[in-house]
C-alpha cells in the first residue's frame, strides 16, 4: 500500500510545464508512475500524448533519463536499455540497480506496438510496459484503436446516419499480456491512485517483464469537462466496464469490487463520444455492450477462483 | 604458402559470414541484437555461437523483427553500449525507419550488411538495392570487394562511427562473398582490441545521475538545426574515414581510402565499380591493357560520406568513364552510382567532362563475368573515339 503522506514528500520527477490538455489523465499516470519508484529508473516512451506534450526541445518535463524513438517500437527500444545495462553490469561497467519502464499509448501498444510489446515481454527483459490507455488515437485527433470500445465515436469510426461509432468489442489486450506468463500484469485506473501505485510498486520489485494496463479518461477525445477526469475514471470501473485486477504468476485477484454494479449508461452519460448510444434507437447497441461487460465481469469473477 | 601483410597476421580460410562474425568477437560489442535474414543469418548465428560459449562479453537480443532489431540497437547505444546488429535486404528495408533515427539520435552502431535483392519478386541473391534504398538516411556505408575488405572495413567501422558519432553499415555481396570461402588474414583479438579502443560515450542514458531526454521533439524552431548537424557531421566524417585507414595501415599494412584505383595512372577510360564485381573487373583491366587498351578502375569503398571533389579529381581527365550500377533507382533516371559520380563531375571539373556511361548489371544476383566486362570496355573505346552514347542507361546480361 503506497503511503500518501510519504508520496507528498518525495520529489516530483514528472513536473509541471509540460503542454498535456487540462485535466489529461498522461500526465496523472506518468507522475504517480515516477511517484512510485524507489531504484532510479529509465523510462522508454512511445510516440504519443505523452510523449509530444512532454518534451517539446529544448524543455523536458522528465527528471529522468528518458528515450524516445518511435511510435510501434517502446517494448523493443526499452529491451535494448534494459540489455545495455545488464551487459554493462556484468561487465562491471555500472554498478547500481536501475529499473527500466516503458509507456506507450493504446494505439502504440495495442495495434502498432504489439509485436515490439509481445517480443520484449517474451524475452524476459526485466521491464514495466504501461499502456496508458485512452481509447483511441488521441495524439493525432482521436481515431479509433483496437482498444476503443464498441459504440464509441471517433473520427475514423464516427457516428452518422447509418452508422453508430464502433461496431467491434476491442481486443483484450491483457489478456493477451496474461497468455505471456508474466509474473506480474494488471489492469488500474487512474481513478484510483492507491491501487495504481501500489500496482506500480509490485511491478517494478518483479524480476521479470511486467505489464500495466491503466485505463486512463481523455477529456478532449472522450467529451466530457476537465475537472471530471478522476470520477470518470471511477465510473469505468464501478461499471465494471474496465475492472481493475492484477494476475501475479497467473493468479487472478480482482483489487475492487463495486458493491454495487452500475449500468453502463451511468459511464456514457458523462461522455460525448457516447451521446448518440442514449438515444432510444440505439438501445440494442447499449444492451450487447452490458451484455458483454457482465460476461467478461463474470468470467473475471470465475477467474478469480482459479 | 600465403604472405601475411604483418607478422602477427593470421591466415585463415572463411566465407565472408563467418570472417564479419569472427570480426564481431574479436570487437566483443557489450550488446548485439538482431534477427535473421537470408543471407546474413550466419553472422549472428555464428556470433550467438559466441555467446553461448562465453567468448564475449555480449548481451545478445534475440529480436522478433529487423524494427526491434534497430529499436533495440537504439535504446542500447543511448544507453552507452557499443551495439551491433547484421541484416540484410528486407531486414534493412523494414530498418528503415529507424535508420533515420539511429542517425539523428547520432548512435554509433555498426552493422554488418549482406547485400540481397529487395522483393518484389522475392530473391535471396546479392545485389545493391537494399543499402542504395538507404542511402539518404545518414549512415556510413563502406562497401567491401571480399572477405578480407569486409574484416578490415568491420573493424574500422566501428572506429569511424564513434568518432563521428554517426552509424555505419559494413556491406558484403549475398553469396558472392557472404558464402564465397576466401583467404583472409586475421588480426590478433589483442590488436583488434587496442586498434578499436574502449567505447566511452559521451552521455550515456544510464547515468541516471545526469538524467536528459533523448529524442525530444524538434519543431520549427530546432529541427534544422539539429539535421544540419548530422549533415555538417557526414562531412566531418571524410577526414575521420582516412586518418582510421591510415592507421589501420600504419597498424596492419594494408591499404583504405574512399576508393581503390586500380592502374588509373594513364587510364584514358575507366569503369567505376562497387563490391565484389571490382575483383572481376580488374582481371577484365588486365586482360584489356594487353591489347594496348589504357583501362583502369575505381573501385568504390565509401560511398556514405561520398568523396564528391575526390572522385571528380580522379575522373576528370579521362575521356570516357561506365559507372556499374548494382541497382537500379527506379525513377526514370540512371542509376544512383551513376547519379552520384556525374553530379560529382558537373560539379568539380574545371575544363570538359569525360562522356559518362551507366550500365545496370547484376540484379538478383545475376551474374556478371569477364566479358560482360570486356564489352563495357570497348564500349569506352567507341566513345572515347567520338560514339555517341544513345542510351546512358543500359543493361549487362538483361534478356
Redesign the interface.
Given at each position: 500500500m503506497a503511503n500518501l503522506k510519504q508520496l507528498s514528500q518525495k520529489e516530483e520527477l514528472f513536473t509541471g510545464g509540460h503542454r498535456l490538455c487540462a485535466g489529461c489523465g498522461a500526465g496523472i499516470v506518468a507522475r504517480q508512475t515516477l511517484l512510485a519508484t524507489d531504484t532510479p529508473v529509465v523510462v522508454a516512451n512511445a510516440t504519443g500524448c505523452l510523449e509530444v506534450a512532454s518534451t517539446i526541445f529544448p524543455y523536458t518535463a522528465w527528471k529522468v533519463p528518458w528515450i524516445h524513438s518511435a511510435f510501434e517500437n517502446a517494448g523493443a527500444t526499452c529491451s535494448g536499455v534494459e540489455a545495455a545495462y545488464k551487459s554493462l553490469k556484468r561487465q562491471g561497467k555500472i554498478k547500481d540497480e536501475i529499473r527500466f519502464i516503458a509507456f506507450g499509448g493504446d494505439g502504440g501498444t495495442y495495434d502498432i506496438g504489439l509485436q515490439s510489446l509481445s517480443g520484449a515481454m517474451e524475452r524476459r527483459h526485466r521491464m514495466l510496459y504501461i499502456c496508458y490507455n485512452n481509447e483511441a488515437y488521441m495524439n493525432t485527433g482521436i481515431q479509433r484503436s483496437g482498444a476503443t470500445p464498441r459504440g464509441a465515436h471517433t473520427t475514423t469510426a464516427p457516428a452518422g446516419k447509418v452508422k453508430q461509432g464502433k461496431e467491434q468489442f476491442r481486443k483484450d489486450l491483457t489478456a493477451i499480456m496474461v497468455a505471456h506468463n508474466l509474473p506480474f500484469a494488471a489492469q488500474a485506473s487512474i481513478g484510483y491512485w492507491n491501487d495504481y501505485i501500489t500496482k506500480v510498486q509490485k511491478a517494478l520489485n518483479t524480476d521479470g517483464p511486467t505489464f500495466i494496463n491503466v485505463i486512463q479518461p481523455c477529456r478532449l477525445g472522450w467529451g466530457y469537462k476537465p475537472e471530471d477526469t478522476i470520477q470518470v475514471g471511477k465510473l469505468a470501473v464501478e461499471t465494471c466496464i474496465w475492472p481493475v485486477y492484477e494476475v501475479v504468476n497467473g493468479k487472478y485477484k480482482i483489487n475492487m469490487k463495486p458493491k454495487e454494479k452500475k449500468p453502463v449508461t451511468e459511464f456514457f452519460k458523462l461522455q460525448a463520444r457516447f451521446k448518440h448510444l442514449l438515444k432510444p434507437e440505439n438501445k440494442e447497441i447499449v444492451d450487447s455492450i452490458q451484455a458483454e461487460v457482465d460476461r467478461k465481469w463474470e468470467n473475471l469473477l470465475k477467474l478469480e477462483t482459479l | 604458402m600465403v604472405q601475411t601483410t604483418t607478422k602477427n597476421g593470421i591466415i585463415v580460410a572463411k566465407t565472408g559470414n563467418e570472417i564479419m562474425a569472427e570480426a564481431m568477437r574479436q570487437i566483443a560489442p557489450?550488446?548485439v541484437?538482431a534477427y535473421p535474414i537470408t543471407p546474413a543469418t550466419e553472422i549472428v548465428q555464428i556470433f550467438s555461437q559466441f555467446v553461448a560459449d562465453g567468448l564475449v562479453?555480449?548481451?545478445f537480443?534475440?529480436?522478433?523483427?529487423e524494427?526491434?532489431?534497430m529499436?533495440?540497437?537504439?535504446?542500447?547505444?543511448?544507453?552507452?553500449?557499443r551495439?551491433m546488429t547484421g541484416t540484410s535486404s528486407q531486414g534493412l528495408a523494414l530498418m528503415h525507419?529507424?535508420l533515420y533515427?539511429a542517425a539523428g539520435?547520432r548512435l554509433p552502431i555498426v552493422v554488418a550488411l549482406v547485400n540481397r535483392a529487395l522483393s518484389s519478386p522475392i530473391n535471396i541473391h546479392g545485389d545493391h538495392s537494399d543499402t542504395m534504398g538507404s542511402r539518404d538516411a545518414g549512415w556510413i556505408q563502406i562497401y567491401s570487394e571480399n572477405s578480407q575488405e569486409a574484416y578490415d572495413n568491420l573493424i574500422q567501422a566501428i572506429r569511424i562511427a564513434e568518432k563521428a558519432k554517426i552509424p555505419a553499415m559494413v556491406t558484403t555481396d549475398g553469396f558472392i562473398i557472404s558464402h564465397c570461402m576466401e583467404v583472409v588474414e586475421k588480426i590478433p583479438d589483442e590488436d583488434v582490441k587496442k586498434f578499436i579502443g574502449e567505447y566511452k560515450p559521451e552521455r550515456p542514458?544510464?547515468?541516471?545521475k545526469k538524467?536528459?531526454?533523448?529524442?525530444?521533439?524538434?519543431?520549427q524552431d530546432?529541427y534544422f538545426e539539429h539535421r544540419y548537424q548530422l549533415i555538417d557531421a557526414m562531412e566531418k566524417a571524410k577526414p575521420i574515414v582516412l586518418e582510421v585507414a591510415e592507421d589501420f595501415k600504419k597498424e596492419f599494412n594494408r591499404e583504405y581510402g574512399f576508393y581503390e584505383k586500380y592502374k588509373m595512372d594513364d587510364a584514358d577510360i575507366a569503369i567505376v565499380v562497387i563490391g565484389s564485381a571490382a575483383g572481376t573487373a580488374k582481371v577484365a583491366v588486365d586482360d584489356i591493357r594487353k591489347k594496348g587498351v589504357k583501362a583502369g578502375l575505381i573501385k568504390l569503398r565509401v560511398f556514405r560520406p561520398f568523396p564528391h571533389k575526390e572522385l571528380a579529381q580522379e575522373l576528370s581527365n579521362l575521356k570516357a568513364v561506365a559507372v556499374l550500377d548494382r541497382c537500379d533507382s527506379n525513377s526514370g533516371a540512371p542509376a544512383p552510382l551513376y547519379l552520384e559520380v556525374t553530379s560529382a563531375l558537373y560539379t568539380h571539373c574545371k575544363s570538359e567532362c569525360p562522356k559518362v556511361i551507366n550500365y545496370v548489371y547484376g540484379l538478383g544476383g545475376r551474374d556478371i563475368d569477364l566479358h560482360h566486362i570486356a564489352y563495357v570496355y570497348d564500349m569506352l573505346g567507341k566513345i572515347k573515339t567520338g560514339t555517341q552514347i544513345k542510351k546512358v542507361v543500359n543493361y549487362v546480361n538483361l534478356r
Open positions: - | 557489450d550488446v541484437a562479453p555480449t548481451e537480443v534475440a529480436v522478433e523483427s524494427h526491434s532489431a529499436s533495440a540497437c537504439i535504446g542500447s547505444s543511448a544507453a552507452g553500449a551495439t525507419e529507424m533515427i539520435l542514458l544510464l547515468d541516471y538524467p536528459f531526454s533523448v529524442g525530444a521533439i524538434d519543431l530546432y
